[in-house]
């Protein structure tokens, strides 16, 4: 029988609030016609204000859309209310070959996808540009190096000679090197207290961009990571992957406005080790990746190399998601939380924070701010990182009695994504 998607799901992909009830509205089968699947994509006809239907296509392993509406939205309501009648209503969307027009743009994507994948690769041009990026990379970094002795020789308080980083930041993006670039414009909202300590670790980045090639691989990979080398998700699937049912712990997802970035967090059934999937949309766009919460995936990953892997890329799914166990995962004291964030900055001095689940923890607010005990030890909130409303909805689930709540540790404090109350499903945070 097919796999169909959760309403939890579908609506997980929408661009904003007002496209989910925008597509609640289509979620009938009064407004569609011509409808069908054949188990890898829909299609279908919906009514609007004009005279002729809007033509919908989902494909469903990316996933990827298509509709013949003037929305920017991506995806638009009409591809959600079809998934959304799909997931709620399968006699809706009865087994079918693709009409000619979905038929028509499911090849293109094919076809575009066999291109990408044939493409012939030229390793010494590959050679000669990755020489050139490692150059100026080099050059830009022993320039920040520079720059922050000068602001260090002059003196933290001395601001008349200082001025803003932006500048300071456009040359690392010149350099090719912008996770340099973002961690200098963040020096301008770091208070003054931390100033020394940020400078240190980004003197401390710098350096290590400028010797690459002396580092151990690990250590190596996870500095080109730090200063804004990409690898394509192929490539790293080209390696080793690890098949596992993979339990969906959280997702969050942040926005500025170039890009909206969802970050899901995964951790293996039988491995038990950690992953973090990235995925972004542009403006407007949700990101294509959307896991439920509590539920598991069987699939193969493929990690990012790293002194400590965490990052990962998402390779062949067996089978949609599905209901994951009714209890919590096991998790760690606030002590065991805190001696794992150690024991993985140890690896990668420049991590800000780790995943954990905590257990039997009680969220308690207090005249300083958010906290969360487990009786015997105590870590704050990093409040500033968490709506105030996701903190008083943990609060409300958790009535005062203890619960599993997982997040990210670090050492700005611990950062809720989601909880599990004793006998109910998981409830997610941040995105609330």
């Known amino acids: 029988m097919e796999e169909r998607w959760s309403t939890e799901h579908v609506l997980s992909l929408a661009p904003d609030t007002s496209s989910q ?24 006809e919906c009514r609007g204000s004009g005279r002729t239907p809007y033509r919908t296509v989902v494909e469903l392993a990316t996933p990827a859309y298509q509709c013949s509406c ?8 009409h591809a959600l209310g079809l998934l959304l009648l799909w997931s709620g209503s399968p006699e809706a969307v009865p087994a079918a070959a693709p009409a000619d027009w979905a038929a028509e743009w499911l090849e293109a994507r094919r076809d575009r996808a066999e291109k990408r994948a044939a493409a ?22 022993a320039e920040l190096r ?3 002795a000068d602001r260090i020789r002059h003196g933290l308080a001395d601001q008349s000679t200082a001025g803003p980083w932006e500048e300071v930041a456009a040359r690392m993006v010149d350099a090719q090197a912008p996770g340099l670039a ?38 190596a990979a996870t500095v080109r990571t730090r200063v804004g080398y990409t690898v394509d998700a192929a490539e790293v699937l080209a390696g080793p992957t690890v098949r596992d049912r993979w339990l969906v712990l959280g ?36 990101p294509d990746l959307a896991l439920p919460t509590g539920h598991l995936l069987e699939a193969e990953l493929a990690y990012h190399p790293g002194a400590r892997p965490l990052r990962a890329a998402l390779g062949t799914r067996y089978g949609a998601p599905e209901a994951g166990p009714a209890g919590p995962p096991a998790g760690l004291t606030v002590a065991e939380a805190v001696a794992g964030y150690g024991a993985a900055v ?14 039997d923890v009680v ?62 499903r998981p409830v997610g945070l941040t995105n609330a």
Do not use: N
């Open 363 to 424: 969220p308690v607010r207090t005249p300083d701010g958010w906290y969360l005990t487990d009786g015997r030890h105590t870590v704050p909130v990093r409040a500033s990182a968490v709506p105030e409303a996701a903190l008083w909805r943990l609060a409300a689930v958790s009535t005062g009695r203890p619960l599993a709540v997982f997040g990210e540790y670090g050492h700005q404090g611990f950062e809720p994504v989601t909880a599990w109350p004793a006998g109910h």
């Open 70 to 77: 003037p929305s920017r939205k991506f995806p638009c309501k």
């Open 182 to 219: 973002t961690r200098v414009r963040e020096l301008d909202t770091v208070p003054q207290e931390r100033l020394l300590e940020e400078y240190a670790m980004l003197h401390l980045l710098a350096t290590a961009a400028t010797r690459i090639d002396e580092l151990p691989a690990e250590l």
């Open 21 to 44: 009830k925008a597509a609640g509205k289509l979620s009938s089968p009064a407004p569609w016609s011509g409808t069908g699947t054949d188990g890898t994509a829909l299609w279908g």
């Open 146 to 148: 520079l720059r922050l």
């Open 120 to 141: 012939p690769a030229d390793p010494e041009a590959a050679r000669r540009r990755a020489e050139k990026r490692g150059a100026r990379v080099a050059a830009g970094a």
């Open 251 to 286: 997702s969050r997802d942040t926005a500025d406005e170039r890009l909206t970035t969802r970050r899901v967090w995964l951790r293996g059934a039988k491995t038990g080790r950690p992953a973090l999937l990235l995925a972004f949309g542009r403006p407007g766009q949700a």
């Open 346 to 359: 140890a690896d990668d001095p420049w991590l800000e924070s780790h995943p954990a689940v905590l257990a």
